[in-house]
């Protein structure tokens, strides 16, 4: 089971709030990523991050954005939320240089956008 | 697009059963992962085989590795309703990302 966690698991809001989804990995990874997964469907890379203060741009175009103060912390923030936003956020990390980019992923949070 | 198509999109056998599925990439590769994912859950990381690998095992799963095909797969052996999931192959072009496919959604009937 690798150490990376998600919160909240689940996400039901109304449009137009904010909302900050929280990813945290205990195992020291330099990079941090974010990927939106609608069901049965490819994962999208929306963010990506090389280490703290470093956040870049996925190959899908999002709304949402992202930080990296800490190496442990990588939280994605939605400014305005809107039914298109509905889906489920993968976070992951990876430490290239131990094991080839093998990815650990969180459990995942499912938001529905009413 | 540079994602792994894994094929078939989706397979359904019997516990017991060998399940078998493809994986096809564009261009040369560092590496190519499996990776296993949960209705509703993140992905598990299976298996990595390495561009001048042919053939990788890890208890029930092997991996192989046709880079002149540019084409790899995974059998999982003697299938248990425990292995019901999405599995997808994620080719390392060494780009700092992995790019997934849509996956094979294997179902697996006790």
């Known amino acids: 089971e690798a150490d990376i966690y998600q919160t909240p698991r689940y996400l039901v809001i109304g449009t137009g709030k904010k909302i900050t989804l929280e990813c945290s990995q205990t195992?020291?990874?330099?990079?941090m990523y974010w990927y939106q997964q609608d069901p049965g469907m490819e994962l999208h890379l929306i963010h990506y991050s090389y280490g703290v203060n470093s956040t870049e741009k996925g190959d899908l175009s999002s709304e949402s954005t992202v930080s990296r103060i800490r190496t442990e912390h990588f939280p994605l923030t939605l400014e305005s939320a809107r039914p298109s936003h509905t889906s489920q956020y993968l976070c992951?990390?990876?430490?290239?240089?131990?094991?080839?980019?093998?990815?650990?992923f969180g459990p995942g949070t499912r938001l529905t956008v009413l | 697009s540079q994602q792994g198509e894994e094929d078939p999109q989706a397979l359904s056998i019997q516990e017991g059963e060998n399940a078998t599925m493809n994986c096809s990439y564009k261009?040369?590769?560092?590496?190519l992962q499996w990776y296993r994912q949960n209705s509703g859950r993140g992905l598990v990381h299976l298996i990595l085989?390495?561009?001048?690998?042919r053939e990788k095992h890890s208890g029930r799963l092997r991996v192989t590795l046709d880079t002149s095909k540019k084409s790899s797969s995974l059998l999982i052996t003697a299938s248990r309703a425990a292995d019901t999931a999405s599995y997808f192959c994620a080719p390392d072009y060494n780009t700092d990302k992995l790019i997934f496919g849509t996956g094979t959604r294997l179902q697996v009937f006790p």
């Open positions: 992951a990390s990876s430490a290239p240089r131990l094991a080839a980019d093998t990815q650990y």
């Open positions: 261009t040369s590769i560092n590496n």
């Open positions: 195992m020291g990874h330099d990079k």
């Open positions: 085989i390495r561009s001048n690998e």
